[in-house]
């Protein structure tokens, strides 16, 4: 049976991201249908049963992985690119999203800047690391000098992308970079963050750094 154009998209897709949920898929490829899920279930299963994608089990909602993904089907890598994948879904419901990268890699590997996502949303760029481990200061640090690095190097066009940290754990960043570095627990709150609040009446002013997006 020829793949539709549906299809196309999610394999595609399953290759950009490494591996997708069901839940996920069906909200990305299925949202407008009457029960989303259940179509997702059929058009995956069909795309099983022909070769086109693989499947672990090991995880519910089931994942599912492009024909050329090596991963191990229970790999400890999955829960971070379903991490990956929620920030999509997530920034993809705010609007304006322009371009999405997954894992882009800049210089030698091992050595240059390894972000895991690079993102145009409303025409300025980011690069975002998705932490859901820990860093001790000095890997978060050895990070940040990477991107230093990056833009020295000249290689990448003008503006250079703001850098974007999402996790619950907080770092004192204390570098003087060339660029702006942010920290939020999630892509929405960081939003929420430029959005101008209204001043007390009394309240003294306070100085902070104002951040224009598009």
Same mark, same amino acid.
């Given at each position: 049976m020829p793949l539709s154009k549906r299809d196309r998209a999610i394999i595609k897709d399953l290759a950009r991201f490494r591996v997708m949920d069901r839940d996920s898929i069906a909200e990305i490829h299925f949202a407008k249908l009457k029960n989303p899920q259940y179509?997702?279930?059929?058009?995956?299963?069909?795309? #099983?049963?022909?070769?086109?994608?693989?499947?672990?089990?090991?995880?519910?909602?089931y994942c599912y992985f492009g024909p050329d993904v090596s991963m191990k089907k229970n790999s400890a890598k999955i829960g971070h690119f379903l991490a990956i994948l929620n920030v999509y879904k997530e920034i993809r419901k705010l609007g304006e999203l322009e371009t999405f990268l997954v894992e882009p890699k800049y210089g030698r590997k091992g050595s240059g800047a390894e972000p895991d996502?690079?993102?145009?949303?409303? /025409?300025?760029?980011?690069?975002?690391?998705?932490? /859901?481990?820990?860093y001790s200061e000095k890997l978060m640090a050895e990070? #940040?000098?990477?991107?230093?690095? #990056?833009?020295?190097?000249g290689a990448l066009p003008k503006p250079f992308p703001h850098i974007l940290i999402l996790s619950d754990q907080r770092y004192a960043i204390d570098g003087d970079y060339p660029f702006k570095v942010f920290q939020a627990e999630s892509f929405t709150e960081f939003i929420r963050s430029l959005t101008p609040k209204k001043a007390a009446p009394v309240a003294p002013?306070?100085?902070?750094?104002k951040v224009v997006i598009g």
């Open positions: 179509s997702a279930n059929n058009v995956l299963l069909r795309l #099983l049963r022909d070769g086109e994608i693989q499947r672990s089990t090991a995880f519910v909602p996502i690079y993102c145009k949303y409303r /025409r300025t760029p980011f690069f975002i690391e998705v932490q /859901r481990t820990v990070k #940040l000098d990477r991107y230093v690095d #990056l833009f020295n190097s002013s306070s100085a902070g750094v």
